[in-house]
């Protein structure tokens, strides 16, 4: 009896949300108990991510209702992370953070489930990722979420009118962290503007020119750089230097100081040191709880519909008084890859050089001097001759073979277009159906059998 | 949402049956433009590729530079490409593993080229820095030093610096240092 009672108390203030209808509802909401309950039972959401981020959202999901999360992190607890990864204790330093986080939670939200996966995002199987209802990133590089963001993208596929198949739409929610500014955003492939088509809204890294480095530094950041990416290799040679490990840091820290009094320049530090090298921007616990609060409650709406999504782009800024703006990024129809590509209906009898032809003449391509490549291959390359020359057998093969019998799948095609007399580079997403392609493996297995 | 997810855990099912499902690698954006660079390339002559890792994997490789004019004549100066997943995002990694006696490229290799750090840009392309390699070999440049006695001596004396630079491209010393012939 007292069990129920605190079970109610619990889920009270979400089946506010949950089991009312509303008029800022998604068109799906399907208000009732029982989405509540199907809430708990088949929304699996992976957590991407066990840090700063990945704490604040694993706690922020088990307390909203979610019951089958799982996370994914490559990381170990090291004791400069326990100021704000709450999850983490000084004796959990040097344990998997995934693990430890997945623990913490699980002990203190009663019901909940977490799956660690102590891995890199690279180990798993794609089919690992097409599991979750929803992969929520808590991520610090752009690479990791350019990944996941492929993943997610690669389940999506079109009708023949170029509409997403809504059962191949995997949703993302991205949530990032710099010191006094965050993001959150929504990513659904196919509707949305994935993480590619707006790669550009990631400033580059500041780096400094070797040669200040080299021969005229002016700050303990081209101290410590010189150090990292000069000394070390001229010291150590051949033996790459490790920013997780402790010597190689204390000899850049100690490296750097001799060559910042060589300049009579202020200001290296251990810490400033660690920060230069890895890049490190001191974390704030209230700016994660922040963006983790808003990712979480995006991902709670994705998920059951209780009301209008954020769209798409939420930004905050808390450097000079609090700004947080809302943007509606756009899709690049063109990206490649969340974009539907570009159809094309081939006989199975087409060889590759019939193919590269046809797209000279395609109204819609007019892509000329085309090279092919499928998945992690290289069909037929122009340039440079190395790679033409052996790529050159191709040419005479059926695609249809070269692609090993696939009745439909995706290719990515460069070369040069004209339009309006105006030649350009271009790189296009092509989507190829091979026409009776069923049937011919059906005969083939029929002569087969 | 939650309804379709049902009915999607059901063709999961059903597919999972159907298939033994073989892993794909997923690829990067990185690696298509790194692709598209790569068979766009327009090199001159005195400008060769090598894939190490066969015709697939365009993200390792190595280009070799034989200047045909100014004081690296004759010689041939290999450097290595390690392009990262998101390229262009950021620039490739250029290192120089030939030794080579030159104000802008240092004993260990590395290379002071302004489009490889400071200015690039994701506009920039493979073959821009070839060209941007090529013509630090045509004009190797004092202002920018990394190794700092060549460019001491470029400066100073530039008749002593092609006699250095000769000395070491048949393989010898300048100063300390040794040089492997490169001709």
């Given amino acids: 009896m007292a069990e129920s009672t605190v079970h109610q108390s619990r889920s009270r203030d979400l089946d506010k949300l949950l089991l009312r209808p509303g008029n800022l509802v998604a068109p799906t909401f399907e208000p009732g108990a029982q989405l509540r309950d199907d809430l708990q039972e088949y929304a699996k959401i992976l957590v991407v991510g066990a840090g700063g981020l990945g704490c604040e959202l694993l706690k922020d999901l088990a307390l909203s209702g979610f019951k089958n999360l799982e996370v994914i992190d490559m990381d170990r607890i090291e004791v400069t992370n326990l100021n704000r990864q709450f999850l983490f204790r000084l004796e959990d330093v040097g344990k998997p953070k995934a693990e430890v986080a997945a623990r913490r939670v699980m002990e203190r939200v009663s019901g909940v489930n977490i799956v660690p996966h102590f891995c890199r995002i690279e180990d798993k199987d794609i089919d690992f990722y097409r599991d979750f209802i929803i992969i929520v990133l808590g991520l610090d590089s752009v690479e990791a979420r350019s990944y996941i963001n492929a993943v997610a993208c690669g389940f999506l596929e079109y009708d023949s009118d170029d509409k997403p198949i809504e059962e191949t739409v995997k949703p993302m929610v991205d949530g990032g962290t710099e010191g006094f500014k965050g993001h959150a955003r929504v990513i659904i492939p196919g509707s949305t503007p994935c993480f590619e088509c707006t790669i550009w809204l990631f400033p580059p890294q500041v780096k400094f020119p070797l040669c200040t480095l080299a021969e005229t530094p002016r700050t303990a950041a081209h101290c410590i750089e010189y150090a990292h990416l000069i000394k070390w290799d001229e010291v150590h040679s051949g033996k790459t230097f490790d920013p997780d490990d402790p010597e190689h840091m204390k000899w850049v820290y100690t490296e750097a100081v001799k060559r910042a009094e060589l300049f009579g320049i202020q200001g290296v530090t251990y810490s400033l040191t660690q920060g230069v090298v890895k890049n490190i921007i001191p974390a704030i616990a209230s700016t994660n709880a922040i963006v983790s609060a808003a990712c979480t409650l995006e991902t709670l709406k994705l998920v059951s519909g209780c009301s209008k999504t954020l769209s798409n782009y939420l930004t ?134 | 949402m939650i309804r379709l997810f049902k009915v999607k855990e059901k063709q999961r099912e059903l597919a999972e049956n159907a298939n033994g499902g073989v892993p794909i690698k997923k690829q990067t954006a990185g690696e298509l433009r790194v692709n598209k ?80 750090r400071e200015d690039w840009k994701p506009v920039l392309s493979i073959n821009t820095i070839i060209y941007g390699l090529y013509h630090l070999f045509t004009e190797p440049n004092w202002e920018d030093p990394l190794n700092h006695d060549a460019a001491a001596v470029l400066r100073d004396n530039p008749k002593m610096f092609e006699s250095n630079v000769r000395r070491a491209l048949s393989g010898g010393y300048v100063g300390q240092t040794f040089f492997q012939r490169c001709i």
């Fill in chain 2, 37 to 116: 660079d790569i068979s766009e390339l327009n090199l001159p002559s005195s400008c060769t590729m090598t894939f190490p890792n066969g015709k697939d994997n365009l993200m390792n490789f190595e280009v070799s530079i034989r200047p045909d004019e100014g004081y690296y004549l004759g010689g041939t100066f290999l450097f290595s490409f390690q392009v990262s997943p998101i390229y262009p995002h950021e620039a490739p990694k250029v290192k120089c593993k030939t030794k080579v006696y030159h104000p802008n490229i240092d004993l260990e290799g590395n290379v002071c080229l302004n489009i490889l």
């Fill in chain 1, 316 to 449: 905050y800024n808390g450097v000079e008084g609090l700004h947080i703006k809302v943007t509606e990024f756009v899709k690049d129809k063109d990206c490649l890859v969340c974009g539907p590509g570009v159809l094309l209906e081939l006989d199975t009898s087409v060889t590759l050089q019939k193919f590269i032809d046809m797209l000279e003449e395609h109204p819609k391509l007019l892509l000329s001097k085309a090279s092919v490549r499928h998945q992690a291959t290289n069909l037929y390359m122009q340039a440079p001759q190395v790679l033409e020359e052996m790529t050159r057998s191709n040419l005479n093969l059926p695609l249809f073979e070269l692609m090993g019998k696939v009745p439909r799948d995706i290719v990515h095609v460069t070369g040069t277009t004209s339009r309006d007399d105006k030649k350009a580079s271009c790189l296009r997403k092509l989507c190829l159906v091979f026409k009776g392609a069923d049937a011919v493996t059906d005969q083939d297995m029929a002569v087969g059998a």
